[in-house]
């Protein structure tokens, strides 16, 4: 048996890649995955080059595993730095026995048996490329609904390592989605760059449809009793979209909007095509439909031109809408971006303490909010039990996306009970099960 191990860095879009390059290589090739890299005859590193420095740390990586590996053992380095750097990877570690670009997985059965394959065309459709089927799915299922990306954020190296946008055809989402509920799967999480602008381009003759219509369809599907979404663009949130989020049962009440900034100024410099009034107005919106729902965002702080006076939008913003979770990051200027160009006045320590403060808000706004669960009443999916004796609890996520845990009780995985939070226990909601 041929074992292969993989790393994954980066986003879910990663992970979603990572499954189909384990599907792929465990169905046509016969690995079996393990978890050492000591006994493995295929090494695989997924990568992700969104910020500087996991990038820095590819190369250390390799060597690390390059010191510990089988002597005929293969490393592949495959994702969006395999996109962005090539063949300068192999030149630069010629321990490196392949590199595939993340528009470019479904050559993962071929790559292995050449030597020194380089497979980065960002051109590569692989939209409607049937790749093997997850044989041993979850509760929880990912499903990709776009690859690539059309937007041209200034900041950004997303399009440049996964190419332009391309929509999968709603029939094979119809067949894959139906195929994951009736191996159990109770909840899909949709992905893609830009959800909302699914529709868009298919490498095909296809029906006119957009991302609502996307979503109607999924929900239509017995046994999908959960749908998640990751990341519509604050630009496409149309009215139609935001009434259909609302109305539909599905549709799990908890939304990951970036925002980015919260100066219209920045937000320009940053192509971003909205408005802090628009982001807002979307906000308000979605808020008079689903008073509970609970918002995500990711937020970079010092972009070059971003002065204390953008920061302080930025502020205001995160205190107006209040989001459940945030992702926080230092601009990193990237290769092959608009803003790249740019001088960049602020310094290190500025950048920090502009990430430290906006951090430390949020962490209050968290405080109240986790005051403010107790005594409501959610909706749980059962993802896990636990036994550390004397304690047992069984924990799932409510539509809002709380992590809840319920103790004293062994629920079966993958029911969706309701539960009252009882209290907080320090970062867990604790729950107390209602009668159904
Ligand atoms: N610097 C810092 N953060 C970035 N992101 C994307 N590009 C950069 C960059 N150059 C952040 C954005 C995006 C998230 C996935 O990563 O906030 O939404
Ligand atoms: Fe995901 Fe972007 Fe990182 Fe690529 S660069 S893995 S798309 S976060």
Not at 115 to 133: L, P
Not at 139 to 145: M, P, Q
Not at 347 to 371: C, F, M, N, V, W
């Amino acid at each position: 048996m041929k074992k292969l191990y993989i790393e994954t860095m980066g986003c879910a879009m990663n992970n979603r890649d990572s499954e189909h390059l384990i599907a792929e290589l465990q169905n046509k090739e016969g690995y079996t995955l393990t978890q050492d890299a000591k006994e493995a005859d295929l090494i695989l590193i997924n990568t992700c080059s969104v910020r500087e420095k996991p990038e820095r740390k590819l190369f250390s990586e390799i060597g690390q595993f390059n010191a510990i590996k089988k002597p005929q053992a293969k490393i592949g380095v495959c994702g969006c730095t395999a996109s962005h750097l090539g063949e300068e990877i192999i030149k630069k570690a010629p321990s490196v026995s392949f590199v595939l670009g993340a528009r470019n997985i479904s050559k993962i059965t071929q790559v292995i048996h050449q030597d020194k394959a380089v497979e980065v065309d960002t051109s590569f459709d692989d939209s409607t490329y049937a790749f093997s089927k997850n044989s041993n799915p979850d509760i929880k299922a990912l499903l990709n609904i776009s690859i690539g990306c059309d937007k041209k954020c200034t900041y950004c190296i997303v399009p440049h390592t996964r190419g332009k946008e391309i929509s999968i055809p709603t029939t094979m989402l119809l067949d894959e989605a139906q195929k994951l509920a009736q191996k159990g799967v109770k909840e899909l999480l949709l992905l893609g760059q830009n959800v909302n602008h699914y529709g868009i381009r298919f490498s095909n003759p296809h029906k006119p449809t957009n991302f609502t219509q996307l979503l109607r369809e999924l929900s239509s599907i017995e046994g999908i009793e959960r749908i998640r979404f990751t990341s519509p663009h604050p630009l496409h949130m149309d009215d139609e979209f935001l009434e259909e989020f609302a109305r539909n049962p599905k549709i799990c009440k908890s939304i990951h909007i970036p925002l980015q900034s919260g100066s219209t100024k920045v937000l320009r410099e940053m192509k971003r095509g909205y408005t802090k009034e628009w982001y807002l107005n979307r906000i308000e919106k979605l808020k008079s439909l689903v008073p509970h729902v609970g918002i995500s965002t990711d937020i970079i702080v010092a972009f070059p031109t971003e002065t204390e006076a953008d920061f302080q939008e930025t502020m205001e913003v995160l205190n107006i809408v209040q989001f459940d979770t945030l992702y926080s990051f230092i601009y990193s200027p990237r290769p092959h971006t608009e803003a790249q160009k740019l001088h960049n006045p602020i310094s290190k320590e500025e950048a920090s303490k502009r990430l430290a403060t906006l951090q430390s808000r949020h962490k209050e706004i968290l405080a109240q909010k986790s005051k403010e669960e107790i005594g409501k009443i959610h909706s749980v999916l059962i993802e896990n039990y636990r036994d550390e004796a004397p304690q047992v609890w069984s924990e799932g996520r409510s539509d809002t996306n709380r992590l809840i845990k319920i103790p004293n009780h062994v629920l079966p995985l993958g029911s969706i009970v309701p539960v009252r939070v009882a209290h907080n226990d320090g970062g867990s909601l604790i729950g107390e099960m209602l009668p159904q």
